[in-house]
């Protein structure tokens, strides 16, 4: 994914701010510059070998240096990029809710799964969406977020994880499911009543 492109040139010294990406991603640099006849690149103060080309894909942070040869002339210039590290997500168990009256739908308390989101990390905050795209974009998230209502069962909600203070994201999803339980009352009557059950059967007794 291109997160940035920087056209540098040399007739122009002032690179401006220093570049801010995420971990993960690359950026393009770029010092095309008319009448040059070759280009090195060094990183830290490294020349890094083979990297001839105007232009560099840098995947790592550190301070990046491109010198082009104009003319015989050797002129350099110099940017810093950081990658920030991108949160990391805990593990988010599936939240499934009983109904007894047969419905798909239920109510559900989203923020309950924060703290199994953020493993406790003060310093990021999550929202929640109906779907990827929203997630990805930073758009429509759910409102109602203790007392949101499901649309289909299950269903995916997707969360987004972003970090106050670099502003990287992260994104992961859980589903949220109603099962429709039966209700036994055994006290209605002193019979002795034999059931039987396939695995995983939800169905609930009342002594």
Known sequence: ???????????????????????????????????????????????????TAATLAATQSGLYGAT????????SV????????????????????????GQDFGVFDLSTKIPEITNGDANLTVTFYESFQDALGNSNPIVAVTN???????QLIFV???????????????????QDVTVLDCSATSEITTYCYMNNDPTQFVP
Do not use: K
Request: glycine share 6%; aromatic share 8%.
């Open 1 to 51: 994914m291109l997160i940035a492109c920087i056209s540098v040139g040399f007739a122009q010294v002032d690179l401006g701010d220093d570049v801010l990406s995420f971990e993960g991603e690359f950026v393009i640099l770029d010092v095309t510059t008319q009448n040059a006849t070759s280009y090195e690149w060094t990183l830290n103060g490294q020349v890094l070998i083979n990297q």
């Open 68 to 75: 082009a040869l104009i003319n015989g002339t050797p002129s």
């Open 78 to 101: 110099t940017v810093q990029v950081t990658f920030n590290p991108v949160p990391v997500i805990g593990t988010i168990t599936d939240f499934v809710i009983s109904s007894t009256n």
């Open 148 to 154: 949101y209502v499901n649309i289909t069962n299950p």
């Open 160 to 178: 987004r994880v972003e970090d106050v203070s670099t502003g990287c994201s992260s994104i992961d999803n859980f589903t949220i499911e109603v």
